[in-house]
């Protein structure tokens, strides 16, 4: 019996914070709001009306392998074709990557 108690009990506790439970589609508001890249993107948004942008990831154990790469060329050419997409950005048609001590640093 105790061990029904305890299970719904922690059952109800856990739903009461699922119901708390929010998730932000803004990639903003997970980056430094201080970011001059954030700042110009906000700006931009604010100036022209919006500023939706969408991310696509591909999961690979090699992402430098040909078959990967390719298939990140293919896609990018892809979307780079429909309607509405003012530009597209992926590892096959950047100019320059940079290793920072923050981490990457990507030129287009």
């Given at each position: 019996?105790?061990?029904?108690?305890?299970?719904?009990?922690?059952?109800?506790?856990?739903?009461?914070?699922?119901?708390?439970?929010?998730?932000s589609?803004?990639?903003l508001?997970?980056l430094?709001?201080?970011?001059?890249?954030?700042?110009?993107?906000?700006?931009?948004?604010?100036?022209?009306?919006?500023?939706?942008?969408?991310?696509?990831?591909?999961?690979?154990?090699?992402?430098?392998?040909?078959?990967?790469?390719?298939?990140?060329?293919?896609?990018?050419?892809?979307?780079?074709?429909?309607?509405?997409?003012?530009?597209?950005?992926?590892?096959?048609?950047?100019?320059?990557?940079?290793?920072?001590?923050?981490?990457?640093?990507?030129?287009?």
């Open positions: 019996m105790l061990i029904i108690l305890t299970t719904l009990g922690l059952t109800i506790f856990f739903a009461i914070g699922l119901s708390r439970l929010k998730i589609s803004d990639m508001s997970y430094r709001p201080d970011d001059p890249v954030v700042q110009l993107f906000k700006r931009i948004g604010e100036e022209y009306g919006g500023n939706t942008m969408a991310m696509v990831a591909i999961e690979s154990d090699a992402v430098f392998s040909a078959k990967t790469l390719n298939t990140i060329n293919q896609r990018t050419e892809n979307y780079t074709n429909i309607s509405g997409v003012s530009s597209v950005m992926s590892l096959t048609n950047i100019l320059d990557i940079k290793k920072t001590s923050g981490g990457l640093e990507i030129y287009s």
